[in-house]
């Protein structure tokens, strides 16, 4: 009885993520030469492993500097198995990187790779996010401060607010500014708060304080900017809000009023 197409694709599947499965393919292909079939398997693997690795390292540029090639070309393999592609869209794939780095690495010592992640991911998914009308500052301007305390704010589909354990962003910074011989002077272990923004289409990643951090994820929850502020306030009674916020509508972080 002839294999169903299913049942080969499903084989074939399988021998792609292991070539100790090659056998089991081969008996279902009818083929002149089985070492030439096998041969032509392996390179398909190796473009598959290449394309995969390739699509990791573009989403996490900063964290395959810090690992090194082979600690990276291992870390690609491990979280293919462990996470195997269900999209097409090969920009998807490393969504669950930053989890998975923090269970494969267990040395305590490297434990700041998995916020590194989760910033580059932000990245990443900010380029692909989808985009939103702002409002001019003549129109902020215009709608006065009373509203605007009391109003819920829109923030871009692009942004996502960060807070990290360890200095995340300060690593990610060094290592962008190719300034990797001051990566020896950050102190591994001091938190850090990351605003992804995305004006003019172009990701970036900018330095928040804890209280800014506070504020920005109170709007994003609906809350007032009056109700926001409030929560800053109480952790830094200096906080600064008219320089923050001149940084959130430069940037488009902010871009209108939900209750408009």
């Given at each position: 009885?002839?294999?169903?197409?299913?049942?080969?694709?499903?084989?074939?599947?399988?021998?792609?993520?292991?070539?100790?499965?090659?056998?089991?393919?081969?008996?279902?292909?009818?083929?002149?030469?089985?070492?030439?079939?096998?041969?032509?398997?392996?390179?398909?693997?190796?473009?598959?492993?290449?394309?995969?690795?390739?699509?990791?390292?573009?989403?996490?540029?900063?964290?395959?500097?810090?690992?090194?090639d082979v600690y990276f070309d291992a870390?690609?393999?491990?979280?293919?198995?462990?996470?195997?592609?269900?999209?097409?869209?090969?920009?998807?794939?490393?969504?669950?990187?930053?989890?998975?780095?923090?269970?494969?690495?267990?040395?305590?010592?490297?434990?700041?790779?998995?916020?590194?992640?989760?910033?580059?991911?932000?990245?990443h998914a900010a380029a692909f996010a989808?985009?939103?009308?702002?409002?001019?500052?003549?129109?902020?301007?215009?709608?006065?401060?009373?509203?605007?305390?009391?109003?819920?704010?829109?923030?871009?589909?692009?942004?996502?607010?960060?807070?990290?354990?360890?200095?995340?962003?300060?690593?990610?910074?060094?290592?962008?500014?190719?300034?990797?011989?001051?990566?020896?002077?950050?102190?591994?272990?001091?938190?850090?708060?990351?605003?992804?923004?995305?004006?003019?289409?172009?990701?970036?990643?900018?330095?928040?304080?804890?209280?800014?951090?506070?504020?920005?994820?109170?709007?994003?929850?609906?809350?007032?900017?009056?109700?926001?502020?409030?929560?800053?306030?109480?952790?830094?009674?200096?906080?600064?809000?008219?320089?923050?916020?001149?940084?959130?509508?430069?940037?488009?972080?902010?871009?209108?009023?939900?209750?408009?």
């Amino acid at each position: 009885m002839n294999p169903s197409l299913e049942s080969l694709q499903s084989a074939f599947a399988e021998t792609i993520e292991d070539p100790a499965a090659d056998a089991s393919l081969l008996k279902h292909l009818q083929t002149a030469d089985d070492k030439l079939t096998h041969e032509r398997l392996g390179l398909y693997r190796g473009n598959v492993r290449a394309a995969r690795r390739n699509a990791l390292e573009n989403a996490y540029p900063v964290l395959a500097q810090l690992t090194g090639d082979v600690y990276f070309d291992a870390l690609s393999l491990a979280y293919a198995r462990a996470y195997p592609s269900r999209d097409a869209d090969l920009n998807r794939f490393g969504a669950s990187l930053p989890e998975f780095i923090e269970r494969y690495e267990a040395d305590a010592r490297y434990a700041y790779f998995g916020d590194i992640a989760r910033l580059e991911w932000a990245l990443h998914a900010a380029a692909f996010a989808a985009n939103a009308a702002t409002l001019s500052p003549a129109q902020w301007q215009a709608i006065g401060v009373e509203r605007l305390m009391s109003a819920r704010l829109k923030v871009h589909p692009a942004c996502f607010a960060l807070e990290s354990r360890h200095a995340a962003f300060d690593i990610w910074r060094a290592h962008r500014q190719d300034a990797v011989a001051g990566h020896n002077d950050i102190d591994i272990h001091a938190p850090n708060w990351t605003l992804i923004v995305r004006p003019q289409w172009r990701p970036a990643a900018l330095s928040q304080t804890q209280a800014a951090h506070t504020a920005f994820t109170a709007l994003q929850c609906g809350n007032t900017l009056d109700e926001a502020l409030e929560r800053a306030f109480a952790i830094d009674e200096n906080f600064d809000f008219a320089t923050q916020w001149r940084t959130w509508i430069e940037t488009n972080a902010i871009t209108g009023l939900r209750d408009a």
